[in-house]
């Protein structure tokens, strides 16, 4: 519901991030797929990508950054733990 609501920020790309971890630790492997989809498509809208120019730039503030950087690096995580568990 909020993916089509258009609702993104930080907080919700986490939320989303836990709910993923717990279909995969559970076994639910397909819904896990999916999810995983989702908080990449939802952290990549945001930019807090490495890449990203947000990141570099000192508008953010030190803490937004390194707090943004941190789930880019969970999400790639567990990108990575839901493709083993599903080989």
């Not at 909020?2 to 907080?11: C, D, H, P, T, W």
């Not at 945001?46 to 990141?55: G, T």
């Not at 880019?72 to 839901?82: E, K, Q, Y």
Request: hydrophobic share 55%; charged share 15%.
């Amino acid at each position: 519901m909020i993916e089509a609501f258009g609702i993104n920020s930080l907080e919700v790309v986490q939320a989303r991030m836990l709910v993923t971890l717990f279909e995969v630790t559970h076994g639910f492997n397909p819904a896990a797929h999916i999810s995983i989809g989702s908080v990449v498509r939802a952290a990549d809208a945001l930019v807090v990508h490495p890449a990203s120019e947000n990141l570099v730039s000192t508008t953010w503030g030190e803490a937004p950054r390194d707090e943004g950087l941190l789930s880019w690096c969970g999400v790639t995580i567990l990108d990575r733990f839901v493709l083993l568990v599903m080989a």
